[in-house]
């Protein structure tokens, strides 16, 4: 078993880390194809250095926030553990006023045209800016895409400011989305009549993102702006990088906030020509069934047939607005997610943290702060997901198993993406509900995939496989003993939480 995953990963080193060559942006291209592997990175936290390890970054004690240059030493360590795709959370400068958190949140927009000098290393005399280009240049010199989030709102510190811009209440007092209270509403208009001057500001942030040389962005909470506003920037886009990736943070059950906040369902941004959305695997813990996995499969698969265009969704099982998964479910949980991803017709989404069994759990949360650079005294924080709001610790976590699973799989994907040519997405029926088993397969060759659903049980389960003989030659992929084969079916043993992959060579399993 051991030496299966030692040769994977040696096979799949690929080429040196910086070999140069002219970056040719292909982020859109590799999202079609269901290859991203993308990890969300906060790089004010990315790679701080908390010398006294209490989790905040004190100046004072000659610690160091996470900034564009410090996060170019660990772009290696992100290759090797087989991420393809950075998503950068909120880099443009933040609001300071009725703030969340010590630093201010990152979704707190006060600039489409300036990098958050924040991000930046008083260590280097480059601009913000210039450190931005360094970062992704670097990132791009060891193939990882960049891609960048886009907030929804902005802050209240650029609403007193730029009033004309943003949504009002009959009683003229700006919008408030939900309980986001360090953020409003800008006013995109509706189909009918576009708000242009926020167009042109999306515009100009366009124009940056295409100067420091992003891949591509994610739109935070896209069905927030009408599908003609998304229609004309993502065409605007297209003109400049034809392979610009757009991904909306939108899923099938969102639903119209109050305050005639323009509402855009999911399938309208991909018509608007979004090529992807998150597509709501965030909702797997609460399945109680293998078929709510396989419906949800079904139902993209059917949606994603209706476009000329390519279309493809993201593995969202654990997001920036999801709790750990340890939390919800142990150590288990991020294993089977981290194979869920690269086994479901799926890009894999992980945020930093997730591949080594972070909790996010910080000592200071929501207490009163020692200093604070808002008006908010504060260290406010989302239990159990990982900081936007303040200058605290590196992601961390030291679950070595996590780490091994979540290095080897993704090693699979592209073994998978690679050598199994357009795999079908087969359900198989199992004796038992809550364990999920799949094919994925090509003329040639068939990966399964069993899981157990269940974190608090073993499952002696029992898989129909059409035609399968004890003739079949199976590699084990992630599975400490091969199973028993008997006529059309695998027998096999889960332990809570467990899920297995095998490959069955030379069989392919029809739908």
Known sequence: MKKI?????????????????????????????????????????????????????????????????????RLDQLALQGVNTIELLPITSVGKIKALGTAGSLYALNSFTE???????????????????????????????????????????????????????????????????????????????LNNNLLQKYKQFIDLMYEIGADGIVASNASMKPYKFWQELIDYTREKSPQFLFIA???????????????????????????????????????????????????????????????????????????SPVLIN???????ISWLNATLPVNSYFVDGFQSGDDYSYPWENKRAVKSYTDDDFYFIHKGKIDLFNFSRKPGGNDGNIMQNFVLANKFKYILNTTISNPNFVPLASNIDDVFSFARADKTNSVVVIGN????????????????????????????????????????????????????KDFSIKK
């Open 5 to 73: 995953f030692l040769v994977l990963a040696i096979l799949l080193i690929g080429i040196k880390a910086h070999t140069a060559t002219v970056w040719v942006n292909d982020a859109r291209l590799l999202f079609q194809n269901n290859a991203s592997i993308i990890m969300a990175i906060n790089i004010r936290t990315f790679n701080a250095k908390d010398v006294n390890k209490n989790g905040i970054i004190e100046n004072k004690y000659g610690e160091e926030r996470g900034n564009f240059i410090n996060a170019i030493y």
């Open 115 to 193: 990098i958050n000098p924040q991000l930046a290393s008083d260590k280097s005399k480059l601009s913000p800016k210039q450190q931005a280009i360094r970062f992704i240049d670097e990132a791009h010199k060891r193939k990882l895409r960049v891609i960048v989030d886009l907030p929804s709102c902005a802050s209240y510190d650029y609403y007193l400011n730029n009033q004309v811009l943003f949504l009002k209440k009959e009683n003229l007092s700006p919008v408030i989305p939900g309980d986001w209270t360090d953020i409003r509403v800008l006013d995109a208009g509706n189909n009918n009549y």
């Open 249 to 323: 943070q939108a899923t099938d059950k969102d639903i119209p906030m109050p305050d005639k906040i323009p509402f855009t369902p999911y399938d309208k941004l991909l018509e608007a020509g979004f090529d992807g959305y998150f597509a709501g695997y965030s909702r797997f813990p609460d399945w109680r069934t293998a078929q709510d996995l396989y419906n949800h499969v079904k139902f993209n698969t059917e949606l994603f047939s209706k476009y000329k265009q390519i279309k493809s969704s993201i593995g969202s099982f654990s997001t920036v607005d999801s709790v």
């Open 330 to 336: 142990g150590s288990q949980y991020p294993i089977m």
């Open 453 to 504: 659903m269940d974190f608090q049980n073993m499952q002696n389960v029992k898989v129909t496989v059409p035609h399968l003989t004890d003739k079949v030659s199976i590699v084990p992929i992630k599975i400490d003993e091969i199973p028993i084969i008997e006529k059309g079916r695998i027998n096999t043993i889960l332990a809570p939480g467990e899920i297995q992959v095998m490959l069955l």
